[in-house]
């Protein structure tokens, strides 16, 4: 038994509130919604929750499982205090994966960082001279690349962005590495398509997170891969 819950769950479709559970193995045999009673059997086993929630093992109607693996396999930028964070994640997140060819990530967020200036190609090129950075902004609607992700682009100063996009330059024209709303899609555009290994490995890793305690079902959504879930299951 498990006692001093903040338990929720749902019966005939209303939410119900218990402060204990019962079970045996992999079943449940009693949900307490008032009092514990004093005197238990003494075989049974009793843990102290301590007012911890517990909620109902989750059920994700709509889940792109591909997606979900690139997402895991991407530096995580959400709530990088400043450009240097950002970037120290980056490093941190490449040598756990020497294998990509492109370092991508998603999250920073210059209005929390205490210059509020959006960030510089150059800054990343003293870390990665060579290999393409493609790191989108936490709402998606910019992106932040290095030098190498720049020329593999083809974009130079004569470059053009498309309509509903910016490039945004420095002083002496040059791109400054940030890419705004459609011009995105010249960076994003050079990033190659997965090969069948690297889907296999994509999948793998969400399968691999997708079976943890909490995470009960996840209803694929998407067809393009279908073919590769079936043979890795």
């Known amino acids: 038994m498990i006692k001093n819950l903040n338990g929720y769950t749902f019966s005939q479709g209303e939410l119900v509130t218990f402060s204990a559970i019962q079970f045996t193995d992999n079943k449940i045999d009693k949900l307490f919604t008032t009092k514990v009673p004093e005197q238990l059997a003494k075989d049974i086993r009793v843990i102290d929750a301590a007012g911890k929630t517990m909620l109902p093992g989750l059920i994700d109607a709509h889940g792109h499982v591909l997606g979900w693996g690139l997402n895991l396999m991407r530096t995580n930028l959400h709530g990088s205090q400043s450009e240097d964070e950002a970037i120290t994640r980056t490093i941190e997140f490449r040598k756990l994966n020497p294998e990509l060819s492109w370092i991508q990530g998603r999250g920073w967020n210059q209005v929390l960082w205490p210059s509020k200036a959006f960030p510089t190609a150059a800054a990343l090129d003293k870390h990665f001279p060579n290999t393409p950075v493609w790191l989108r902004r936490v709402d998606g609607h910019a992106g932040w690349a290095n030098t190498a992700a ?47 290994t690297v889907q296999e490995t994509v999948l793998k890793t969400a399968m691999t997170d997708l079976a943890r305690p909490d995470q009960r079902t996840r209803r694929r959504c998407g067809q393009r891969y279908h073919y590769r879930l079936q043979e890795l299951s």
């Open 150 to 196: 720049i020329k593999l682009a083809g974009i130079n100063n004569d470059t053009q962005a498309p309509e509903g996009g910016e490039i945004i330059r420095t002083k002496t024209g040059e791109p400054s590495g940030v890419f705004i709303d459609n011009a995105t899609s010249l960076i994003s555009k050079s990033i190659p398509d997965l090969s069948v």
